[in-house]
């Protein structure tokens, strides 16, 4: 049986694993900032591709979405990351 940090970094490196959700990672990081509809603009997939990537990155953890009128707003979970970081290194 796996322990809780074990399913949360198998989940944070299933996550990461696709190139789409590593780009959409990589850019919510580098913004700094939440994000709503730009990721749609950034990337060359359809909007609802887009935000099935997204569930997953938030189921995983590693990000956070606000509801922001019609819109959800993503941005880094700070503290999953330094998590996720801690986690890699001590594996």
Known sequence: MKTKTTCDISLMCKALGNPIRTKIFKYLKDANKCICGQLVDILPIAQATVSQHLKVLKDAGLI??????????????KA????FKRMVKDF
């Open 80 to 83: 999953a990351l330094k998590e």
């Open 64 to 77: 956070n979405g606000t509801i922001n009128g019609p819109s959800t707003c993503y941005c880094i979970n």
